[in-house]
């Protein structure tokens, strides 16, 4: 157990500086690079910490993103422990090996630096580059703070490379709100870290000259179903992986939530909560506490792990509460209701309630615009005139966009 006494040292970094970090006290061996902004910036922080003898990994500058996953995917399947990521569209061109790198069931951990997708240019957070994994068996999580980034990172390599998963993990950080925002991050001792994460072990299931298996076969329709029901079942299965870890984590390190999976504040007698994800969290706190303050009984419940889904977890969660308004900073056209990707997984999970709380859709902050106080105070406006009057005219709101 964590004590008073256990070794610490603060700095000040950025998210992105927090992952390089880990990368370093991980020991990782493999990572890849490409710049694209707003993920460059753990690049350049791995590369520093390369050059001053603070981190001895195979550093591999590749020629496009496409190329960055393709080699920390082999270097995965021969039992190196590897990193590497992208941002919106970069991420889009490293797809085909996205893809089949949970299909091979290699537990590659990447950081996502959450940007708009082209066309048109923008550099701001959006969160659908990273969501565009999300049927494919990437385990997901989205965090808030660098102090965060760096806890999610240790942890993500333990849950990726723990037998009963072999799945990849992508982090995703809000672009700018975190990639390049500093804040003081408690950096345990190394050897704390040690005792967390084991080295990497792929045992009968390394590719080596002296284990000749085959990966990445062409199976077609004779085996295929079956390759997919034993990826659904790890995944299935690294929820039960994930709080495993969780509390392990706390217990050496002394720090964490109750829970893995979602993170509540100020929920206690709530009647209406706001759900979502990553940076969103410091607007929306503020936007509580200030409505608490005139009497209002408002919440927050932020998402952590979006893949796995924790259904059953959060449905208890949101299920006290007469209203849910469900904060999307990215968007699903044409999706049911017109509602943000969020907002659909949330109202599936509540659907099979007797008594469901009311839930609305609210699409904000596309673009790295700022979610402000007074947006969510509109908010917290439409879902009290749904619950006074019974009558709900759209599930679907646009906030902060001009007329």
């Known amino acids: 157990m964590a004590t008073a006494q256990t070794v610490e040292r603060e700095e000040l970094i950025s998210g992105s500086e927090a992952i390089a970090i880990a990368c370093a006290m991980a020991d990782v061996d493999v990572i890849t690079a490409y710049p694209i902004r ?3 910036t753990v690049m350049q922080y791995v590369s520093k910490l390369v050059a001053d003898g603070e981190l001895d990994c195979e550093f591999i500058v590749a020629e496009s993103e496409h190329s960055q996953f393709e080699i920390v995917k082999h270097a995965s399947s021969v039992g190196a422990r590897v990193f590497c990521g992208s941002s919106g569209v970069g991420w889009f061109y490293a797809f085909e090996a996205i893809t089949v790198t949970a299909g091979l069931r290699l537990p590659v951990v990447a950081m996502v630096g959450n940007r708009a997708l082209d066309d048109p240019g923008a550099f701001g957070v959006e969160h659908n580059d990273a969501l565009a994994v999300r049927d494919l068996g990437w385990m997901l999580n989205w965090v808030a703070t660098a102090q965060e980034a760096f806890d999610t990172a240790l942890m993500a390599w333990r849950i990726a490379e723990d037998r009963r998963v072999f799945l990849p993990c992508a982090i995703s950080t809000d672009g700018s709100f975190l990639t390049h925002s500093q804040a ?4 345990p001792e190394q050897a704390l870290v040690d005792k967390f994460l084991p080295q990497y072990d792929r045992a009968e299931l390394q590719l080596h000259p002296d284990n000749p298996i085959t990966i ?4 077609n329709e004779d085996w295929l179903m079956e390759l997919r029901k034993q990826t659904d079942e790890a995944m299935r299965r690294s929820k039960g992986v994930i709080e495993e870890v969780h509390e392990e984590f ?11 999976f979602y993170e509540e504040y100020m929920t206690d007698d709530a009647e209406v909560v706001f759900v979502g994800m990553g940076t ?3 607007p929306v706190r503020v936007a509580v506490r200030r409505m608490r303050e005139q009497g209002v009984k408002v919440g927050f419940v932020r998402i952590k792990w979006f893949r796995p889904f924790a259904t059953e977890e959060i449905r208890q969660c949101l299920s006290r509460f007469k209203a849910v308004g469900v904060i999307d900073r990215d968007y699903s056209l044409g999706a049911p209701s017109n509602g943000g990707t969020v907002f659909q997984e949330v109202r599936s999970a509540l659907y099979p309630l007797e008594k469901r709380p009311l839930v609305l859709s609210f699409i904000a902050g596309l673009g790295g615009r700022e979610v402000r106080v007074n947006d969510v105070t509109l908010m917290m406006q439409i879902l009290r ?5 019974g009558k709900v005219e759209a599930e679907n709101h646009w906030i902060g966009v001009r007329r």
């Open 250 to 260: 706390k217990s050496i390190f002394g720090r964490g939530d109750p829970s893995p």
């Open 216 to 219: 990445a076969p062409q199976v």
């Open 280 to 282: 969103l969290a410091m």
């Open 385 to 389: 005139d749904g619950l006074d009057t």
């Open 38 to 40: 707003p993920y460059d």
């Open 184 to 187: 003081l991050v408690r950096v």
